[in-house]
């Protein structure tokens, strides 16, 4: 009898222990990977310098707006990396390619020295991710060249829900719908920099 209570007891640990079990985080990252290659050292040279979140944002799990007034964190769907270093990057990434320059860099805020003709200031006002609807991003961005010359713009932009077939469905499409906005928003800023130093758009 005690034999079979013990065994009993152990059966009745083991799936206790199956039903609590939580499935692995995924993880996410903003970088598609598609590495620009620059073919001049010519152009102007760019550093994001700064880059603020809200403190709603700048956390590890993903923040999905389901309503009007309701935000999802979902522990099982993270970012890879914060997304203060991360989005300053992948600007950096699209400046570089949109302005065909290999000397655009996102720096350490500490760095503040660093001789560009460029330097970008990003403001995140508004970053979201609608459940079932795309992406939403509020960017200002302030840009000073080295002249000291002070110019701010703001990049306030929309970005639809495109496909949600694919590893990681519905999430994976809008961190796309994401990446894209972000995109749109690098362009604005390689505008306003083509246009204050006269060079031409990069085929």
Do not use: H
Not at 49 to 75: G, M
């Amino acid at each position: 009898m005690k034999r079979k209570n013990l065994c009993c007891g152990l059966l009745a640990s083991v799936l206790l222990g199956a039903c609590g079990t939580t499935p692995p985080p995924v993880y996410y990252a903003l970088d598609d990977q598609a590495m620009s290659v620059a073919k001049r050292a010519t152009t102007p040279s760019v550093a994001i310098v700064q880059a603020k979140l809200p403190d709603s944002l700048d956390r590890p799990q993903l923040v999905i707006r389901s309503a009007a007034n309701r935000v999802q964190l979902s522990e099982q769907r993270r970012w890879a990396e914060p997304l203060r270093y991360e989005i300053p990057r992948v600007l950096a990434d699209d400046l570089g390619r949109l302005l065909d320059s290999s000397r655009v860099a996102a720096l350490p805020v500490d760095v503040q020295r660093f001789s560009a003709d460029f330097n970008v200031q990003l403001d995140i006002q508004r970053l979201e991710i609608v459940e079932g609807q795309g992406a939403d991003l509020d960017l200002m961005w302030l840009i000073e060249s080295r002249q000291g010359k002070v110019t701010v713009g703001r990049s306030t932009l929309r970005e639809p829900l495109v496909g949600t077939g694919g590893a990681g469905g519905d999430t994976a499409a809008l961190v796309a719908a994401l990446r894209r906005a972000l995109d749109r928003a690098a362009a604005d800023i390689a505008a306003e920099i083509r246009r204050q130093s006269g060079s031409a758009p990069a085929k």
